[in-house]
């Protein structure tokens, strides 16, 4: 395995395309029940490898599994800790995506926070490690997303009901054992998908949380607080990535808004890579990036889609640096899509060797700028 160690100039948020052989599995295993949990694997074990072979053979000095075992980015690893199910029921899914409908599944917190140590993704980043010559790092969904995509109505430990404070104390503890444990694993290289400080920055999400009786104001200042805590102790040679964006489900979106309202916050968390989407003007502008502090942070732009398949083009992407180098220094920054190319097992509206002539502008591009991947 390589003894490269991040940040690299050339980077991606993690989710690939879904090979068919998997997806036909997953049918099979999930709808008829025809295949059992063993042969899903199996097929799974079979495939995931030539996803890694596919981001080696491009150039990239690091590598994840594409997510390929999971249904969702976030829901699969929440359902899969202690306390926390994934409900399916009637009604509709109110996360809010433009002109589609995700299934009707819904987390809801039943009893105590906890991080299992037997958590299932320990061994998927396991596998990667033991199928790369490069480094393997695994993509989890942030704390906060424990607590925003839970209703109130669907948090049901009276602890937590009477004391929200409680509720965040868990998560905290819940992450520092994840962070603990996927080190123990290996893990030199952990992300969190912290996607919601972005959403809390649109006016529609905003007003749905005042609505609801909270502050969307304080939820930044806390969730900030709880990753900070949360990552604070892992040991020197771990790097914390975070991922941020505005919803990626079939190519569409689900929030909008410029990061300016969260940037201080995100910036303080202490996390040393930030995936900041930037490929439309959903994003807002390029002035947040001067908030980041001088020093070892990074953070990989992401002006490069994964929701459509139309290439790029190599001046586009140097005029954007040129014009983020006004508010931060070309040092700090590097290049990644401004999502994955699947956060459900769904994915977006393109093609396999899409993906791989997006992920190979991303080398591209870093080459290009840095003289490096």
């Not at 998997?22 to 490898?49: C, N």
């Not at 806390?222 to 892992?234: F, M, N, P, S, T």
């Not at 005029?319 to 459900?344: H, M, N, R």
Request: a negative charge; hydrophobic letters at 35%.
């Amino acid at each position: 395995m390589s003894t490269a160690t991040p940040p690299f100039r050339a980077d991606h948020v993690g989710s690939l395309l879904r090979p068919d052989a998997v997806k036909d599995a997953r049918t099979k295993f999930y709808g008829d029940k025809s295949i059992s949990a063993d042969e899903l694997k199996a097929v799974e074990d079979a495939e995931i490898p030539a996803l890694i072979k596919m981001q080696e053979e491009v150039g990239l000095k690091v590598v994840t599994d594409g997510e390929a075992r999971r249904t969702f980015w976030h829901y699969d690893f929440m359902g899969m800790l202690d306390g926390l199910d994934i409900e399916s029921r009637d009604g509709s899914s109110f996360v809010g995506f433009q002109g589609v409908e995700l299934p009707p599944v819904f987390p809801a917190i039943n009893g105590k926070l906890d991080f299992p140590d037997d958590h299932p993704m320990l061994d998927h980043y396991k596998f990667v490690a033991q199928n790369t010559k490069v480094l393997p790092k695994i993509s989890i969904p942030g704390p906060s997303c424990c607590h925003f995509r839970t209703a109130k109505s669907d948090i049901r430990v009276k602890e937590y009901q009477d004391d929200q404070e409680a509720l965040f104390a868990d998560l905290v503890t819940t992450y520092k054992k994840a962070v603990a444990k996927f080190y123990e694993a290996g893990c030199r290289y952990l992300q969190m998908d912290d996607i919601f400080f972005a959403y809390l920055c649109d006016p529609k999400h905003r007003e749905d949380k005042r609505a609801d009786g909270t502050d969307p104001d304080f939820l930044i200042q806390k969730y900030g607080e709880v990753l900070r805590d949360a990552i604070a102790d892992r040991p020197d040679d771990m790097f914390i990535g975070m991922h941020m964006c505005r919803g990626n489900f079939r190519s569409t979106h689900a929030a909008e808004g410029a990061y300016d309202r969260a940037a201080e916050a995100i910036f303080s968390t202490g996390v040393d890579i930030f995936f900041m989407e930037y490929d439309t003007d959903r994003a807002g502008g390029l002035e947040p990036l001067s908030l980041l502090p001088k020093g070892k942070q990074r953070v990989l732009p992401g002006f490069i889609t994964t929701k459509t398949p139309e290439l790029e083009s190599m001046d586009w992407l140097k005029s954007k640096f040129e014009e983020a180098s006004k508010f931060v220094d070309i040092d700090q920054l590097g290049i990644a899509p401004q999502c994955g190319f699947s956060s459900t097992e769904h994915g977006n509206a393109i093609t396999p060797d899409d993906q791989k002539k997006k992920l190979e502008l991303v080398v591209r591009c870093a080459e290009e700028i840095w003289g490096e991947a």
